[in-house]
C-alpha cells in the first residue's frame, strides 16, 4: 500500500510571502488531516476533512491560512502571508475513517525567513 | 480544556534496557488513545488503544490503558538503538473526532 504523498518536502521563503503545500492521501482514505508540527511540540491539527468537506477547521488561522480537497482526495494548504512563527513541520494524514488511527506522511518542513 | 502530558520528556538509556513511558489525559468522552513512533520523519503508528487493561504487543513494545486512572504506558523491553525516537501519544474523543497530541518523550537509546 502506498503511504501518504507529501510535497515540497522542504521550502524556505521570506515572511510575507505565500507558499502552498500538496498532499495525497491513502487511496480510499476518507478522512485528511493537516497538522502543524513545530519544533519540540506535538502535532497541533489544523484542518480535518470527511471527503471533501470540512470536520473542524477551529485551529486554522483563518485570516492566513487556507485549505482545500477537491474532489474528495489530494488536497492543499495555503499559507499567505506567511510569519516567522509559521516555521514547522506540516504533516499530512489520511485515515479510512473518523475513528481510526491516522497514517502519515513525510510532512514539508517550512522555514520562515 | 483537554490536554495530553507525556512524561518523561526524554530519556537516555543503553542498549538491553527496559524503558517505561508515560501518558496521562484529561478528555472528555474519551474515544481512543494511540501511540506513535517519530524518527526524522513521519510519526509512524503503533497502537491504538480504547479498552482498559488489556495489553497490545508487538514484538519487543508493549501497551496497556488505564481508563479508571486516566493514563497510559508504553514499555521497551531489550532496548536497540533503532528504538532511538521521539514517542507520541494523542488521545480521541467521541465530542471532536480530532487527536489531541501530546509533546513526546524523546527517547535515546546508546550502545
Known amino acids: 500500500e502506498a503511504g501518504v504523498a507529501q510535497s515540497p518536502r522542504y521550502k524556505i521563503i521570506e515572511k510575507r510571502q505565500s507558499v502552498a503545500f500538496w498532499c495525497n492521501p491513502i487511496?480510499?482514505?476518507?478522512?485528511l488531516y493537516w497538522y502543524q508540527q513545530i519544533l519540540g511540540q506535538g502535532p497541533k491539527l489544523l484542518i480535518q476533512?470527511?471527503?471533501?468537506?470540512?470536520?473542524?477547521d477551529s485551529q486554522l488561522p483563518k485570516d492566513r491560512f487556507s485549505a482545500e480537497r477537491l474532489k474528495g482526495v489530494d488536497s492543499t494548504l495555503k499559507i499567505q502571508p506567511a510569519k516567522l512563527e509559521d516555521s514547522a513541520v506540516y504533516l499530512c494524514?489520511?485515515?479510512?475513517?473518523?475513528?481510526?488511527?491516522?497514517?502519515f506522511g513525510n510532512g514539508t518542513r517550512l522555514t520562515v525567513t | 480544556e483537554d490536554k495530553v502530558v507525556q512524561s518523561p520528556l526524554s530519556l537516555v538509556v543503553h542498549e538491553g534496557d527496559t524503558v517505561t513511558l508515560n501518558c496521562s489525559y484529561e478528555?472528555?468522552?474519551?474515544?481512543?488513545l494511540l501511540w506513535y513512533k517519530q524518527e526524522k520523519k513521519a510519526p509512524t503508528f503503533l497502537f491504538m488503544l480504547?479498552?482498559?487493561?488489556i495489553e497490545k504487543k508487538s514484538g519487543r513494545l508493549s501497551s496497556i490503558l488505564d481508563k479508571k486512572e486516566l493514563f497510559s504506558i508504553l514499555n521497551i523491553t531489550a532496548t536497540q538503538t533503532g528504538d532511538s525516537a521521539v514517542y507520541l501519544c494523542?488521545?480521541?474523543?467521541?465530542?471532536?473526532?480530532?487527536?489531541?497530541f501530546g509533546t513526546g518523550t524523546r527517547l535515546q537509546v546508546f550502545p
Open positions: 494524514a489520511s485515515s479510512p475513517g473518523q475513528n481510526l488511527g491516522p497514517h
Open positions: 487511496s480510499g482514505h476518507a478522512t
Open positions: 476533512f470527511q471527503n471533501n468537506g470540512v470536520v473542524d
Open positions: 478528555v472528555t468522552n474519551f474515544r481512543s
Open positions: 480504547t479498552s482498559s487493561g
Open positions: 494523542a488521545v480521541g474523543s467521541y465530542n471532536t473526532d480530532k487527536l489531541i
